[in-house]
């Protein structure tokens, strides 16, 4: 509070105390969301904004798990991997606000990483017909970059198998599925995607240096 002294009508001897009480105030602190539920991204731009946070003070921000969520100063939230964090704010104030905090829980789930066999279509190949076939793992979810390492299976061998750049060597003829997976990781689902193979037989074109022979029985044939 603050006193001071006032002068009251003409008589300079009387004189009047007046105190003046100023209440601090505490700031209304919130979020707009209490819970927010997310998929797991390397660009998250959701990071919530705090509402009622006076001007002109220190805000102090705090992650309750730093392998899973990172905040910088101004609130902005970098996600590690999947998970349930606490962003937390406080202002320890100032000679007119009292100290004050809120906060609200993030939770990440992991991302699906959209992964694709080839470019997803069956295969069909002839029997050494000279071409290279692959089943090459791509992702639609471009966070994956080079974090997760494809796994190619043939469901038959003996009739075609898979190296681990997804290209396909042809064993026989025959029908057999072909396979890419992913295991699960702390930021991706696990995934799996299915290719037909369908390897047909070769056709031989048998011909001869002359269509027509002609002879008799009075030589030889040769």
């Given at each position: 509070?603050?006193?001071?002294?006032?002068?009251?009508?003409?008589?300079?001897?009387?004189?009047?105390t007046i105190?003046?009480?100023?209440?601090?105030?505490?700031?209304?602190l919130h979020f707009a969301n209490a819970q927010q539920s997310i998929i797991y991204t390397k660009n998250f731009t959701r990071s919530q904004a705090i509402r009622g946070m006076p001007d002109n003070v220190e805000q102090i921000?705090?992650?309750s798990d730093n392998s899973v969520a990172t905040v910088d100063n101004n609130g902005k939230v970098t996600l590690i991997k999947s998970g349930e964090v606490k962003?937390?704010?406080?202002?320890?104030?100032?000679?007119?606000?009292?100290?004050?905090?809120?906060?609200?829980?993030?939770?990440?789930?992991?991302?699906?990483?959209?992964l694709q066999a080839g470019d997803g279509n069956p295969i069909t190949a002839t029997w050494a017909d000279g071409k290279s076939y692959s089943i090459a793992a791509t992702f639609g979810n471009a966070d994956v970059g080079s974090s997760l390492t494809p796994?190619?299976?043939?469901?038959?061998?003996?009739?075609?198998?898979?190296?681990?750049?997804?290209?396909?060597?042809?064993?026989?003829?025959?029908?057999?599925?072909?396979?890419?997976?992913?295991?699960?990781?702390d930021q991706f689902k696990?995934?799996?995607?299915?290719?037909l193979y369908l390897l047909n037989k070769s056709t031989v074109n048998i011909s001869f240096d002359v269509t027509e022979v002609k002879t008799t029985d009075e030589k030889t044939f040769t």
């Open positions: 509070h603050v006193e001071g002294q006032a002068v009251v009508g003409n008589n300079m001897e009387k004189v009047v105190t003046i009480t100023a209440r601090i105030i505490t700031p209304d921000w705090s992650s962003i937390t704010v406080y202002t320890p104030g100032n000679a007119q606000y009292n100290p004050a905090k809120a906060s609200y829980v993030l939770t990440i789930d992991k991302a699906d990483p959209k796994v190619y299976t043939s469901q038959n061998t003996g009739i075609v198998t898979v190296n681990g750049s997804g290209t396909l060597n042809a064993i026989k003829p025959g029908r057999s599925t072909v396979s890419v997976s992913t295991r699960e990781t696990a995934a799996s995607a299915d290719v």
